[in-house]
């Protein structure tokens, strides 16, 4: 059905072909999971173009397209040039954001007699708005990851050091179902926690600080992101005080998403409380993002946001604050945007963790 989008739109703009080389792009329309391949897709009829290594996974995986075994000796660009030729193509797209410099060279001059034309985000803007299965996928993703969460609590005390607490995470995640850690986990405490992306260190944990855990699992493809802070000890007013105006500020942004309403405002109705209580300038990042096949899709949850969430955009909700040499902060759900009122994916509590 995607595919039969892009051919649409083929006809429409009078395009021969378009190549796709982005390979969560080829899955998203073809279902291949392999890791090397280029999709070409005509007005008529789409073929995959794969080695031998994934010629069999190809016709067991791949739907709407033809497998294409290009044999050793041959490159994708020499079957591509050759059908060119045959067919006499005038007008030829390709994914620009996802070719180096050096491919765009040898291409152009392969079709410098026919129009060849950057198409981006023809497939990006189609993956923004995500099918039944597709969050389905994500909803396990999230369960597998909040389960392997709870079970890793039991490790995390004083002395123990952040990365055993990434380690212990990702394998709990792979043994509970996950392909694999859908990013690198984030663990960080006491002043490290106040780097937004602070990857688990040597660090050793201790009494009175924060630990900022951010991390996911990737299921038949597609991730889930959440972020949790705890507390080892007895948390000041002041922590408690800061970490419920990040929790504030969350819990309003979560309060405004459905169908309909500006990407702009949902990001300006929570920097807007962590700026009002004096905190404005330790948020420094945006509010959340997409999330599907890849980690970081659009749309993008910030200042300058464009444009309005629409039904079935699978996003996060990440506010933070983050105070540099002393600690952080930050909250994250995965919500799939609705008609009338956002679906927050999470059932992990997210009021502060004291251990």
């Not at 080389?21 to 897709?41: E, H, P, Q």
């Not at 990857?199 to 597609?222: C, H, M, T, W």
């Not at 998403?257 to 404005?280: H, M, T």
């Amino acid at each position: 059905m995607n595919l039969d989008k892009i051919q649409e739109r083929l006809k429409k703009e009078e395009f021969d072909a378009i190549l796709i080389t982005n390979l969560k792009n080829i899955r998203y329309l073809t279902n291949f999971s392999g890791s090397t391949a280029v999709l070409l897709i005509k007005p008529e009829k789409s073929y995959i173009l794969v080695d031998s290594r994934y010629l069999e996974q190809a016709k067991n995986e791949v739907i709407d397209a033809e497998p294409i075994l290009v044999n050793s000796g041959k490159t994708s660009l020499d079957y591509i040039k050759e059908k060119k030729e045959k067919e006499k193509w005038k007008k030829l797209g390709f994914e620009g954001n996802y070719i180096s410099y050096n491919d765009w060279l040898k291409w152009k001059n392969v079709f410098s007699d026919c129009e060849f034309v950057s198409l981006n985000g023809w497939v990006e803007n189609l993956r923004v708005i995500k099918t039944e299965e597709e969050i389905k996928n994500i909803r396990k993703a999230l369960e597998i990851a909040e389960m392997a969460f709870k079970k890793t609590l039991e490790l995390i005390k004083p002395g123990v050091k952040e990365k055993d607490i990434a380690i212990e995470l990702e394998y709990q995640m792979v043994k509970l179902g996950a392909e694999k850690p859908a990013f690198d986990t984030i663990v960080a405490s006491g002043w490290r926690s106040a780097l937004p992306h602070g990857r688990a260190s040597s660090k050793e944990i201790l009494p009175q600080e924060f630990v900022v855990i951010d991390f996911g699992a990737l299921y038949n493809g597609y991730h889930s992101d959440i972020t949790r802070t705890l507390f080892l000890g007895n948390p000041s007013e002041e922590e408690l005080l800061i970490y419920n105006i990040v929790l504030e500020a969350q819990n309003r942004a979560e309060e405004l998403i459905k169908e309909g309403i500006s990407i702009e405002l949902v990001d300006k109705s929570a920097r807007d409380i962590i700026q009002e209580n004096g905190f404005g300038e330790y948020f420094g990042h945006g509010l959340g993002h997409g999330v599907g096949l890849d980690i970081h899709e659009d749309p993008r949850l910030t200042p300058k946001g464009e444009g309005t969430l629409k039904e079935n955009m699978v996003i996060t909700v990440e506010p933070g604050i983050y105070i540099p040499k002393k600690f952080g902060i930050r909250i994250e759900d995965l919500v799939v945007v609705k008609k009338e009122k956002g679906e927050i994916l999470n059932h992990f509590p997210k009021e502060l963790i004291i251990l």
